[in-house]
């Protein structure tokens, strides 16, 4: 029982160590250390455990005389109460196994179906209180870098008056979408750290709404605060929503409209565009006819506007070794004015001079603020936070309302971000939890040289997930990668109480028990080494699931589906392994006699064939 219980642990954790991808690169060291230590585990209890034991412990009678006696006998009486009351319940199921069955059936069907119905939220990871974030602050475009910083300074100090924020750091200039920075002379960027969690009441996204709240008073201003997540990246929107297509126009009211979608769905906060309307620019419309007929080309008239604009630099200064760059560009006050542009000289190859405005239209006009292609097509990015749900659950009720509206022709969406990650994990998740079933199958097989025993073990997974489930329902926690990775621990966690029951079942039938005493005597024997296992490790979980600490929410829905899944295990899989194991152990009796009947059968047909066509060969032969 031991080795099949290693072996399982081993088995399950395997497929997960081989998970590739972002998951695998999160999860993988976390396997490979569970499979070493469960190994070197066995190794101990075959060797030093025996030893200790054989030199250190001693039989004790316990007496009312002592205080660890009087509770030890104490402990010892309920025990046995509960044990009595557990064989009187054992007996019951085993004479109902229809109802039993029914009632375990339906309990994991409900159980699977919280998610569905929205009790259980999903998403790549949950969002944890770290105490820093990111506060972008953004003014109308075409403000310039001077207006940008006094709108800094400002937000600077209504930060200083809150008694929560321990530092800020300040970019001015500078707009950051993850990991890339862009220049733009209408954002600034605050980096702002909390004091530790311990000494403020206030969590980290109460005080993001509360810098919201006053920042939205400045006129002209625009903010969001975007938290700074696992891998240390601000301005990493949980939301991200490629909307790409071939045509610019299409694609930006097509933007538009998912924006104003995505923000009725409950839970969504700081929904914008990669790329907004209303940035001034100036726009010169070339007549191609008219400025051949004046002798130019477009490269001439391109070059030209370049150095006249944005400035050349080719030329140096050189002071000793010292080499400095030389800029040639108009002066702002002659370039600043479309009048001004108008006026602007080409010279073409006759030496003419001609004015830009003889063969080109120039005005003012208002552009996009950014060009973003992918694939070598247009693409804008519909980003958002979320404030109180899954992301995963907010991505699928805006799939919902989308396939609603009618997109146009040609315009493509692509969940990128969180969504790309959650759906990547949890196929890779799946796989290994699937998997880490087969490969138990599999060993147990060969451990137990029987195709039918092994199938006894496994009905204790569904029983478990009944109460990993209904806990994360009841805890408010979320399918998660680490959540999964609670449920995948599970199959091998729980599988060691089948185990234990199985295997006591057999050997109580190999000394001649019928199979109904055999699996009472199993329950009341291995009762007592179930509880102790599964008692000790749910009480290792709570300070992990109850924990208050920074980061803790990562973990918190690993641990309440372990609590969860051990202890519907704990109880359920005493009554239903019981039952299923006297149900197949009856099929395997009656299932080879079904198919011994119908040989029967055909052998006599064969042997009645065979005697029809004995004289006939028999004259062919003297013959």
Do not use: C
């Not at 109902?96 to 375990?104: M, P, Q």
């Not at 929410?553 to 299923?580: C, D, H, N, Y």
Request: charged residues 20%; neutral net charge.
């Amino acid at each position: 029982a031991a080795l099949s219980i290693t072996m399982v642990d081993v088995v399950v954790f395997l497929p997960l160590s081989l998970v590739s991808g972002l998951v695998g690169n999160i999860l993988r060291e976390f396997a490979i250390v569970v499979v070493a230590s469960t190994l070197m585990s066995l190794f101990v209890s075959f060797t030093i455990t025996p030893l200790l034991a054989s030199r250190f412990t001693r039989l004790e009678h316990m007496t009312k005389r002592t205080l660890m006696g009087r509770f030890g006998l104490w402990f010892e009486d309920l025990f046995q109460k509960f044990t009595s009351q557990y064989q009187s319940l054992l007996e019951w199921s085993l004479g109902h196994r229809k109802t039993v069955a029914a009632l375990t059936v339906a309990m994991f069907i409900g159980a699977l179906s919280l998610a569905p119905l929205g009790f259980i939220g999903n998403e790549f990871m949950p969002k944890s209180d770290r105490g820093e974030f990111s506060v972008t602050i953004e003014l109308p475009p075409g403000a310039t870098v001077e207006q940008t910083n006094q709108a800094s300074l400002t937000v600077e100090r209504i930060l200083s008056e809150m008694p929560e924020i321990q530092k800020v750091f300040t970019t001015v200039g500078v707009s950051n979408d993850g990991l890339l920075g862009f220049a733009s002379n209408n954002v600034a960027q605050l980096n702002v750290a909390l004091v530790p969690k311990k000494n403020r009441v206030k969590s980290t996204d109460r005080v993001g709404e509360e810098i919201k709240q006053r920042v939205s008073d400045l006129p002209g201003v625009k903010v969001r605060v975007n938290p700074i997540g696992i891998f240390g990246v601000a301005d990493q929107a949980d939301i991200q929503i490629g909307v790409s297509g071939t045509n610019l126009d299409d694609v930006q009211l097509t933007a538009d409209k998912l924006s104003s979608v995505l923000a009725t769905v409950p839970g969504t906060t700081d929904i914008r565009l990669s790329s907004e309307q209303g940035k001034p620019e100036m726009r010169v419309e070339i007549d191609r006819e008219k400025m051949a007929a004046l002798g130019l080309s477009v490269a001439d008239v391109g070059a030209t506007l370049r150095v006249a604009l944005t400035g050349n630099d080719d030329s140096k200064f050189r002071d000793g070794q010292n080499e400095y760059d030389i800029r040639i560009v108009l002066d702002e006050s002659n370039r600043s004015k479309t009048s001004d542009i108008r006026t602007l000289s080409f010279m073409n190859a006759k030496g003419q001079q001609i004015e830009l405005q003889q063969f080109a239209q120039i005005y003012q006009t208002a552009g996009p603020t950014k060009l973003s292609r992918q694939d070598r097509i247009n693409v804008l990015y519909l980003y958002g936070q979320t404030m109180g749900r899954p992301a995963g659950t907010i991505i699928q009720e805006f799939k919902a309302k989308v396939q609603q509206q009618h997109l146009p022709a040609g315009v493509e969406l692509v969940y990128l971000g969180m969504e790309k990650d959650r759906a990547s994990g949890f196929q890779s998740l799946g796989l290994a939890l699937v998997a880490g079933i087969l490969f138990v199958y599999l060993i147990m097989v060969a451990l137990y040289d029987s195709y039918v025993y092994p199938l006894v073990v496994l009905f204790s997974i569904p029983v478990a997930m009944v109460g990993a489930f209904l806990a994360l329902a009841l805890a408010a926690k979320s399918l998660s990668i680490f959540s999964i990775l609670g449920i995948i621990m599970l199959v091998g966690l729980v599988a060691k109480n089948a185990i234990l029951l199985v295997d006591r079942t057999n050997q109580m039938k190999a000394d001649g028990m019928s199979t109904y005493d055999a699996l009472m005597d199993a329950g009341a024997t291995r009762l007592r080494p179930i509880l102790m296992t599964t008692v000790a490790m749910v009480v290792g979980m709570f300070p992990i699931a109850l924990s208050t600490a920074a980061g803790a929410q990562w973990k918190s829905g690993l641990a309440w589906a372990l609590i969860g899944g051990l202890t519907s295990s704990m109880f359920l899989t005493l009554l239903v392994v019981p039952v299923v194991y006297a149900k197949l152990d009856e099929w395997r009796d009656a299932i080879p006699a079904l198919f011994r009947a119908p040989s029967r059968a055909f052998d006599r047909a064969r042997k009645k064939k065979q005697s029809s066509t004995a004289p006939a060969e028999v004259g062919m032969a003297v013959d």
